[in-house]
């Protein structure tokens, strides 16, 4: 899979390199790209940013300049991702639907979003007749100071479900079968006493169809609890 991400700071997607992933582009598994999108600034400011059209707080991110840096990367067939707060709501399902592309390109926006008109120029059918998505995704119910901390939250969601890029493919499988309502078991390890407080005995037992029901009953319980 090839991601590129482009943002204004792109040294706020360093931690990219890292861990996993550090591991998984040595692999040849992904190949991550990070763009500085003031290169695409004309103006002695490098400004990328306007006021808006019909008045009110903040600014806008200018559509000439997304424009001019995202010619330069999309390619046919790709899905382009605009972080944005007003997005759909990002979930497991979305990320084992992007796990499979071959080409992602986030476009993260900062103050008050990017101008409309970018994502409807990619979203014509010029683009989609090239096999090009365009996608406006958030993370969650609170705002950012903008789209990189969310593009790096859908980067790890994704990219650990290529096959290789995780080391125990099975933690994946038991997940998938959660992934509706997203339920997890609580889990234990050695020892078996700690600070007074007891394993559930039923996990040491060794009776795997019990093990599985009481996990199963305790998963659904903390979801409940969450609700
Ligand atoms: Cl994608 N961007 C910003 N700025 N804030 C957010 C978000 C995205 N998702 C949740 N909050």
Known sequence: MKIDVISIFPEYLAPLELSLLGKAQDKGLLEINVHDLRVHTSDNHHSVDDTPYGGG????MKAQIWGDALDDLITDGCDLIILTPGG????????????????????????????????????????????????????????????????????????????????????????SHMSEGFV???????????????????????????????????AHKRAQDNL
């Open 57 to 60: 707080a903040g600014m806008v």
């Open 88 to 175: 759909r709501r990002f979930n497991q399902r979305m990320a084992e639907e992007l796990s499979t592309k071959s080409h992602l390109l986030f476009a993260c926006g900062r103050y008050e979003g990017i101008d409309d008109r970018v994502r409807q120029h990619y979203s014509t059918t010029a683009y989609s007749d090239r096999g090009i998505r365009v996608h406006e995704i958030s993370i969650g119910d609170y705002v950012l100071g903008g789209g990189e901390v969310a593009s790096m939250v859908i980067i790890e969601a994704v990219t650990r479900l290529i096959p290789g890029v995780l080391g125990n493919p099975e933690s994946i499988v038991e997940e």
């Open 184 to 218: 997890e078991y609580p889990s234990f390890t050695k020892p078996a006493t700690w600070r007074d407080l007891e394993v559930p005995e039923i996990l040491l037992s060794g009776n795997h169809a019990a093990i599985a029901k009481w996990r199963s009953e305790a």
